[in-house]
């Protein structure tokens, strides 16, 4: 994360998805059904382990609507990433 200026509890801008972001992303939300989620950006936040903020698109298939999604995961140290919650935007 070279690019991006790390400030322990501050997040950082949402910028491009690096392949580590992607691979937290496709973990926390292997297993989900229904919603289809493609990420578009992430910010994170350094803490015990780190936080990310999601910035996705959203459909429902085989519905062409779609909406806009912040999903939250956590990433402990040791362990696996979770999906913290997911809002509609």
């Not at 780190?50 to 402990?76: F, G, H, L, Q």
């Amino acid at each position: 994360m070279a690019t991006q200026e790390l400030v322990v509890g501050g997040w950082t801008k949402y910028h491009a998805l690096t392949p580590e972001d992607q691979k937290v992303f496709d973990e926390a939300m292997h297993g989900f059904v229904g919603v289809k989620y493609t990420p578009k950006e992430v910010s994170t936040q350094l803490v015990n382990g780190t936080n990310y903020r999601y910035r996705c698109n959203a459909s429902m298939p085989p519905s062409d609507i779609v909406w806009e999604a912040i999903i939250e995961i956590y990433k402990p140290i040791k362990g696996q990433p979770h999906v913290v919650s997911i809002h509609k935007i």
